[in-house]
């Protein structure tokens, strides 16, 4: 097969931008990286898509859309346009330089066990704007078919662990709203979300002091870790239940605040709770793989927080973990490449998601092809 240069567009659960990464690909193998590129939300914006995700927690018809979320879906689409458009300028590229985006739009809600899953962005309105094919709704034909609808990213992990010389089997992190891992030992793939990643840390810091997250990991580095908190959080059935399992950002919100005891602590101590949480459900998610794995390498944002890095690699020891910038990949924009290397797999009738992954049946393919008008 021909290699197709492909931009992927991910706004994931911790939404604070748009990443923006290039690259080309057979749908199987991974050729060239092109440059990466970021187009933050502002205050305003990330207000829209909080009262959206509120707005769409009962949601029943992933089709529906209440005021709040034909407001936040119309934005995203625009920041997304405005995302690549102003990548290509920076780029010295057009439109007729890219074959296909993949656009995976902003989760609001996933809830798997009642087969509803909703990503905000309009893959039709973006194509015409942009005169580029567009592939989105990655995850609905996976959860129509039985499936987790999640995680997505797996299949391109395991491509590019297949270029790293590195023992196996090989743990990937990604430290979004959500952390996931993937397991990796020569063609077998299983992956799961473990739990908690950054979304709770971010809004109990938002709450208790008005900034976005704990920048660098500072509060948390002077906080105290409630160790029995975190061994009740723990207690949750989710942990120990088997792969396949995905969660949305919000699913352990409540448990964690009770069981946590977040309203009798300080923004330090919540904060470093929160983050051994993160930690302690990677760690304890081992279990419920083959064997452990010789190596992890972490991407996503929780990658730039050196408290949790620090308390990750402290519960894997002595597996070795190492950041995606450590082996030469963008630590910020993986997930972005990865929604290029599916979009051109979508256009390939090749599979997205696996048993392995997101216990669907049989391997399968997904996303929706918008044309330029």
Known sequence: MSYLSAIGLMSGTSYDGVDVA????????????????????????????RRAIASAGNLCNRGARPEALVEAEALLTTVHAEAVESYLAANGLSPSDVAVVGFHGQTVLHQPDRHVTVQLGDGATLARRLGIPVVYDFRAADVAAGGEGAPLVPVYHRAMVRMLDRPQPVGVLNLGGVANITYIDGEQLIAFDVGPGNALIDDFIRLRTGEPQDADGVKAAAGTVDAESVNRVLAHPYFARRPPKSLDRNAFRHWVAEEGQLA?????????????????????????????????????????????????????????????????????????QALAYLAVRSLRELPLTFPGTTGVTAPLSGGVLARPA
């Open 22 to 49: 290039l690259l080309n690909t057979d749908g199987e193998n991974v050729g060239r990286l092109g440059p990466t590129g970021y187009r933050g939300y502002s205050d305003i914006e990330r207000a829209v898509l």
């Open 264 to 336: 009798k602590k300080s923004a330090e101590d919540g904060a470093a709770t929160l983050t051994a949480i993160t930690a302690a459900a990677i760690a304890a998610a081992q279990s419920l793989l083959p064997r452990p794995p010789a190596s992890f390498i972490a991407a996503g944002g929780g990658t730039r927080n050196p408290t949790l890095m620090r308390m990750i690699a402290e519960r894997l020891a002595p597996a070795r973990v190492a950041t995606a910038k450590n082996v030469g990949w963008p630590a910020d924009a993986l997930e972005a």
